[in-house]
């Protein structure tokens, strides 16, 4: 599930990297961090591709030196990670594509980020995680059937249905697509089409990235013991 997030951020650079590099405005110059217009532009198309959301330019801004000083960090205090990081973008890519230091130094960010977020979902995230996700929604409105989907029954709302949650979680584990519960001792098919499946995957990676925050900033901007 969270692999697909990399390859939206691919397909973009495929965009950025059609186009010709230049010069642009300078709208940030301190402690040895620049960034230009066109960077914060970069920045913002990649991180709509990435979250989905649109961000305005005092946030993107913000973001973008929190990067740029994540990397130089890494730079000084884990080069051996960095470089297999930059390995596995190259080998994607081709370093001989990158001519935007912004947007290398972005998907560096975003995949060292990427590594705690894939170690906690698949190492860490147990089923009350999941509850604390369904838990964000105001509803979790989803079709019932009683022959695999081929009819719907009703929309039931299943926020709070420890049935689904469990079935959900199981199917997390092991890319399963089946999801059958009770109710009034019926057993249904829970219909989830793949635009409802994203929804909650999208809000899973949300809850995972404030779970490992603390965690990140600690590898991002402690000196590693070698």
Excluded: W
């Excluded at 912004?102 to 906690?120: A, G, Q």
């Excluded at 959900?168 to 059958?180: D, G, L, P, V, W």
């Amino acid at each position: 599930m969270v692999y697909k997030e990399l390859n939206k951020l691919i397909l973009i650079l495929i965009f950025f990297l059609s186009k010709n590099i230049l010069y642009a405005n300078i709208i940030y110059d301190k402690s040895n961090v620049i960034i230009s217009e066109l960077d914060l532009n970069y920045y913002k198309e990649m991180h709509y591709e990435k979250y989905d959301e649109n961000i305005n330019n005092s946030k993107a801004l913000k973001n973008l030196v929190i990067i740029k000083n994540v990397i130089s960090s890494l730079k000084k205090n884990n080069q051996d990670f960095l470089k297999k990081i930059d390995e596995s973008i190259y080998s994607e890519i081709g370093k001989e594509n990158i001519n935007s230091d912004v947007v290398l130094d972005t998907m560096r960010f975003f995949r060292t980020k990427n590594e705690f977020i894939y170690d906690y979902y698949y190492n860490n995230f147990q089923i009350n995680d999941l509850e604390n996700v369904f838990g964000t929604f105001d509803n979790i409105k989803l079709p019932i059937s009683e022959n695999n989907c081929l009819t719907i029954v009703k929309l039931v709302d299943l926020k709070n249905n420890t049935e689904f949650s469990s079935e959900f979680f199981k199917s997390m584990k092991s890319e399963e697509k089946t999801y059958e519960i009770s109710i009034d001792n019926n057993k249904y098919n829970v219909c989830i089409n793949q635009r409802n499946k994203e929804i909650i995957e999208k809000q899973i990676l949300k809850y995972i990235e404030l779970k490992i925050q603390r965690n990140f900033e600690k590898f991002a901007y402690e000196k590693q013991i070698k």
